[in-house]
């Protein structure tokens, strides 16, 4: 905060300038909006992440669940992968 | 070939249909020809923001209908060589077009003019997807609103969805003495949430309800910061690499005291 806005600050009634109020609000309300997504694009996503983890650990496929929960300020991903067996050798690619 | 550019908003009130008249006039100022569609069937302004109202004889809904032929519905704007109208039907309802036959009057169109620009109307039902049916870019209006941001965000997705990508964005009637003074999102704000690229911001201007007032787009007014930045807007379109107005200098005394105090 650059000195202008301190001075401008101590000088308006309203105290704290609402911009930061609006772009918090705007960001919670997106993250609620987007986080809306189809059950289709939930399948591809359950299908990918199913080949990723198969690369290090069998995964019991039918038990898989996947949601997103929105809480009041966060939306998660949450999933739930039961595991039949991890591999003992696992070939990863460097980074 | 021309082009088709649709422009949107998703919430109405964000000066979607000043933004389209004057950035299709600022195109017909640097001498290409453009024809503007008003895709709002049932709710026509675009006609009266260009101040060709009394001129209408035949519309969008007319043509999709072959009551008359393309030529006929366009109406040329004699202030602006280069700049036509089809105007929408007021009497008709959105579900009198579909979107094939808009993707085909685009089409047409394009054939004869460089840039056809489609004013949509607000909302993502029917009306948007037809006035989205036929474009080839789409040009997204919002205001450093909460609501505005959040409906943009909802159509930029809508218009991914639907094969128009990287739209750009028109961020209209900032205020740059409230930025400044931490009650208006800035533009910083707006890019970083939404994620698209910047076309151009304009800022509020009392001219612009005193042009739409009259009729006239302000684009040609040499004093108005609005019209220089609907100006560049048009450049920008042409692909021209057009810097950002500096919206501070505006000749306030304040601010040039800010400037030489180097607070600016």
Redesign the interface.
């Known amino acids: 905060m650059?000195?202008?806005?301190i001075v401008?600050?101590l000088l308006?009634r309203?105290g704290?300038?609402?911009?930061?109020i609006?772009?918090e609000?705007?960001?919670l309300?997106?993250v609620h909006?987007?986080a809306s997504v189809s059950p289709e694009l939930l399948e591809h996503l359950k299908r990918d992440l199913l080949q990723v983890i198969s690369r290090y650990m069998e995964v019991e496929e039918r038990g898989l669940e996947i949601e997103l929960a929105s809480q009041e300020d966060t939306v998660a991903l949450v999933a739930s992968i039961p595991i039949r067996r991890v591999k003992r050798a696992v070939k990863v690619a460097p980074v | 070939m021309g082009e088709t550019i649709v422009i949107t908003s998703g919430k109405g009130g964000v000066g979607k249909t000043t933004a389209t008249a004057n950035i299709g006039a600022g195109l017909a100022l640097l001498g290409h020809k453009v024809a503007l569609v008003d895709a709002d069937i049932g709710l026509r302004n675009l006609d009266v923001v260009l101040g060709l109202e009394n001129r209408i004889v035949y519309d969008l809904v007319d043509v999709a209908h072959g009551h008359c032929r393309l030529k006929q519905a366009l109406i040329r704007d004699k202030r602006f060589e280069g700049l036509y109208l089809l105007p929408a039907a007021q009497t008709k309802d959105k579900t009198a077009v579909n979107p094939e036959q808009m993707r085909e009057i685009c089409q047409e169109l394009k054939k004869e003019f460089d840039y056809v620009i489609v004013d949509c109307p607000a909302g993502i039902e029917q009306g948007f997807r037809n006035a989205i049916a036929g474009a080839d870019r789409a040009i997204v209006v919002t205001t450093p609103?909460?609501a505005a941001?959040?409906d943009a965000?909802?159509v930029i997705?809508l218009l991914e969805a639907a094969g128009l990508n990287e739209p750009k964005l028109v961020i209209n009637r900032l205020r740059p003495k409230m930025?400044?003074?931490?009650?208006?999102?800035?533009i910083e704000?707006i890019l970083d949430?939404l994620a698209v690229d910047l076309l151009g911001v304009v800022p509020e201007d009392e001219r612009i309800i005193v042009s739409t007032n009259r009729g006239e787009p302000i684009v040609q007014e040499r004093n108005s910061l609005a019209a220089e930045a609907f100006r560049n807007i048009s450049r920008r379109i042409l692909g021209e690499p057009v810097p950002l107005l500096d919206l501070e200098s505006n000749g306030n005394l304040l601010v040039r005291l800010?400037k030489m105090l180097g607070?600016g």
Request: net charge positive; aromatic share 2%; glycine share 8%.
């Open positions: 650059d000195l202008w806005q401008n600050r308006s309203s704290a300038g609402s911009k930061e609006a772009r609000r705007l960001r309300i997106l909006d987007r | 609103e909460v941001v959040r965000d909802r997705g930025v400044r003074q931490g009650d208006m999102m800035d704000d949430i800010r607070l």
